[in-house]
């Protein structure tokens, strides 16, 4: 038996609505929400909060879940939060794994980006949607 993987992102609006995203390190150097690996004894909306603060530095409240998805290839599930900062001050990298974090306009986000990370930005800002569970393929990149 396997233990399934956790993952938990966070959607994080500035006061012009730009969305916080970081940059890797590492495979790709693509832009990304800030999140990651739970951790083991950490619910989806623990790691969501540490994983913010771990790579930019910035402590956030999550506010609510905007969807699950489940990635068949990893046997994983990624939760992303919309997250409220608790106070606003400017992300900083502040893990080897991200050299850059900056706020985005959603509709001139940066490159090299992966379709996942568009579509879970784009559902977090539809709060319409009345769906929730998503399953996700191989990642397509605009590069």
Not at 23 to 32: I, P
Not at 76 to 100: G, L, N, R, W
Request: net charge negative.
């Amino acid at each position: 038996m396997s233990n399934k993987l956790i993952g938990a992102a966070a959607v994080i609006l500035n006061l012009e609505g730009h969305v916080l995203l970081v940059k890797h390190s590492y495979g790709k150097y693509n832009w990304e929400l800030p999140g990651g690996l739970s951790e083991a004894q950490e619910s989806a909306e623990e790691s969501a909060r540490r994983e913010v603060l771990e790579e930019t530095g910035l402590k956030v409240t999550p506010e609510s879940l905007t969807g699950v998805y489940y990635d068949p290839g990893n046997d994983m599930h990624h939760f992303v939060f919309t997250c409220k900062e608790d106070s606003y001050q400017a992300p900083m990298p502040c893990s080897p794994e991200i050299v850059e974090c900056k706020y985005c306009a959603v509709d001139d986000l940066p490159r090299p980006i992966s379709d996942f990370t568009v579509q879970r930005i784009l559902h977090a800002l539809n709060p319409a949607s009345q769906q929730l569970f998503h399953v996700i393929g191989p990642r397509q990149w605009t590069e």
